[in-house]
């Protein structure tokens, strides 16, 4: 199974077999690779690393890490700057990163800012890398203070889904990567919804193809539209000003995937009255969400740790936190300026279990 996404300046290349994929997408140029991983899948970057090496691609090192939000940091970045230095690596060097978002996030920014920028080829092992957050280039890590307030924008050379490593994944993960589908088919896909609501969670490799092919095309239709992020690309924020402060105040001891199913939640919520967000819609969502065993009720965080969370997320503008909300299946409004008291109304609301008519 192949499917290729274009609309960038680079391919996204939905696959079955990812390592050969990664090794001739790295071959097409003359260089060396070095590889770096997320040790949860040691044995997918094995399998990258021997067909690179059937293609005559040297592979001058390797670096395994430890991935999540926790090492999305600057010793991570640090530590595999020393790790490219030690293994002579140079600037036709292309960084290969095999494993989810947050280690994707951390070798962009690697190569970002190793040597002033190197190649790198995302190969995404994780449903949420696959669908969003390989794509489009934003690199980083977070500070104590918040999420990703440090990165570049620099983009790939290719972006590899390899769809073979979601078998080796556990549940939890594909409910993560679950939660940002649904968030494209709010943003620009209604047709999208309807197929997570045919689909289960113990699917095949082929079977996730499509899914992850039409996410990803939504993302890159607004990525093209807007590539350093200063207009258009606000859109694919969705749930997002409120998932990013849940991850905070729990201390990321609660997922991305599943701060950002809380967040679609909330976000419809507020919606409500100031947008054509029907009840009917924001059922449909939460019950997709729940299909996949995925909570949509907010449980042990304070109002005040989130809110204070809020006031350090890097889209706030003039001391105002402002939010993407749902207009209708395919359309959302961005920019919209929010009142503390009325976040503060919706997170009462967000920890009860929704009622019969949506919310």
């Excluded at 640090?78 to 951390?106: F, I, K, N, Q, S």
């Excluded at 073979?164 to 409910?175: E, H, K, Q």
């Excluded at 907010?298 to 001391?319: E, N, Q, V, W």
């Amino acid at each position: 199974m192949r499917i290729v996404v274009d609309g960038l300046t680079y391919p996204i290349i939905v696959s079955t077999s990812g390592a050969s994929e990664a090794a001739e997408i790295v071959s097409q140029r003359k260089g060396r690779a070095l590889l770096v991983a997320d040790k949860a899948v040691a044995d997918r970057a094995r399998l990258v690393a021997q067909a690179l090496a059937a293609v005559g691609c040297e592979v001058c090192g390797e670096h395994v890490m430890a991935a999540g939000e926790r090492h999305k940091r600057w010793a991570s970045v640090a530590a595999l700057h020393e790790r490219m230095l030690e293994a002579g690596a140079e600037r036709d060097c292309a960084l290969v990163a095999v494993g989810g978002g947050t280690l994707t996030d951390v070798a962009g920014f690697a190569a970002a800012t190793y040597l002033r920028g190197v190649r790198w080829v995302p190969v995404a092992t994780t449903l949420l890398g696959m669908v969003d957050a390989a794509i489009g280039g934003k690199t980083g890590v977070n500070l104590p203070q918040g999420k990703n307030l440090i990165g570049a924008m620099w983009q790939p050379t290719a972006v590899i889904a390899d769809l073979g490593a979601l078998g080796t994944v556990p549940n939890a993960s594909l409910r993560d990567g679950i939660a940002e589908i649904v968030k494209a088919a709010i943003i620009g896909d209604p047709s999208l919804l309807e197929r997570v609501e045919r689909s289960t969670i113990d699917m095949d490799d082929a079977a996730w193809a499509p899914l992850v092919a039409s996410a990803a095309s939504v993302k890159v239709r607004i990525v093209a539209s807007d590539t350093n992020d200063r207009a258009q690309r606000a859109a694919l924020n969705l749930g997002h000003t409120f998932a990013h402060a849940f991850e905070r105040a729990s201390r990321y001891r609660l997922s991305h995937g599943a701060a950002v199913a809380l967040g679609l939640r909330a976000a419809g919520m507020l919606a409500r009255g100031r947008t054509t967000w029907s009840q009917r819609e924001q059922r449909r969502v939460t019950d997709a969400l729940r299909r996949f065993g995925i909570k949509v009720r907010l449980f042990g965080l304070s109002s005040d740790a989130i809110i204070a969370a809020m006031k350090m997320d890097k889209k706030r503008s003039g001391g105002t936190s402002r939010f993407v909300l749902p207009v209708r299946l395919g359309e959302v409004a961005t920019g919209v300026e929010v009142s503390d008291d009325e976040v503060r109304s919706v997170l009462d609301e967000l920890s009860k279990a929704p009622l019969r008519r949506g919310w």
